[in-house]
């Protein structure tokens, strides 16, 4: 099974200020048609999970600019251009490359 | 609108069972994957099975194959997943999401794109 590594696992940051959040698999997860399977979600505190991007770099309907994915193969990144209060939460990695899909332990983002 | 509305959780005893139903509305389930992903009290998020568009097609994580089960109800809209030989481990918040979309037979990852709000599985004596 794939294993996804995320860090840091605690994000303290001041409004305005960027983020990033990195993001490392154990396998690649490009696969033979040059794309990566490495989705970002964000849950919101008493919330469930949303989807943020898809496919290492796409981001989903409805999604502010200021988040963007990054990356290929093993790394991957998740940049907040600034960040704002209601970006606060845990964020997720996903691999779904391969079943049994697996997520990362969640990157925690506060507000400073 | 799209939406995925769980239900079914509630309090059970170890080696007890649950069924969930996950019903959709805003597409139809044979046109789409659907996954369930579950979170224990404070923690991370766990991939826990899928089931292809044409419910031809089942995978479960190790941790509940052989105990967990997909049927689906095309008529309602609606999928189910029996829990069998429940363990106080599957205690957690139980989500459906929808996946990978397909169009005559070929599919298109758009990621998990949407979630139900979750249903509570409680698994203690």
């Known amino acids: 099974d794939i294993v996804m590594t995320q860090s840091p696992l605690s994000l303290p940051v001041t409004p305005g200020e960027p983020a990033s959040i990195s993001c490392k698999s154990s396998q690649s997860l490009l696969d033979s048609v040059g794309d990566n399977y490495l989705d970002w979600y964000l849950q919101k505190p008493g919330q469930s999970p949303q989807l943020l991007i898809y496919l290492g770099s796409n981001r989903a309907s409805g999604v502010p600019d200021r988040f963007s994915g990054s990356g290929s193969g093993t790394d991957f990144t998740l940049k907040i251009s600034r960040v704002e209060a209601e970006d606060v939460g845990v964020y997720y990695c996903?691999?779904?490359?391969?079943?049994?899909?697996?997520f990362g332990q969640g990157t925690k983002l506060e507000i400073k | 609108q799209v939406q995925l509305v769980e239900s079914g959780g509630g309090v059970v005893q170890p080696g007890g069972s649950l069924r969930l139903s996950c019903a959709a509305s805003?597409?139809?389930?044979?046109?789409?994957?659907i996954h369930w992903v579950r979170q224990a009290p404070g923690k991370g998020l766990e991939w826990v099975a899928v089931i292809s568009f044409d419910g031809s097609s089942k995978f479960y994580a190790d941790s509940v194959k052989g105990r967990f089960t997909f049927s689906r109800d095309t008529s309602k809209n609606t999928l189910h997943l029996q829990m069998n030989s429940l363990r106080t481990e599957d205690t957690a918040v139980y989500y459906c999401?929808?996946?990978?979309?397909?169009?005559?037979?070929?599919?298109?990852?758009?990621?998990?794109?949407?979630w139900g709000q979750g249903t509570l599985v409680t698994v203690s004596s």
């Open positions: 999401a929808r996946g990978r979309y397909y169009d005559l037979l070929t599919g298109y990852y758009l990621g998990l794109d949407y």
């Open positions: 805003g597409f139809t389930l044979n046109t789409y994957a």
């Open positions: 996903m691999e779904a490359l391969e079943r049994p899909y697996s």
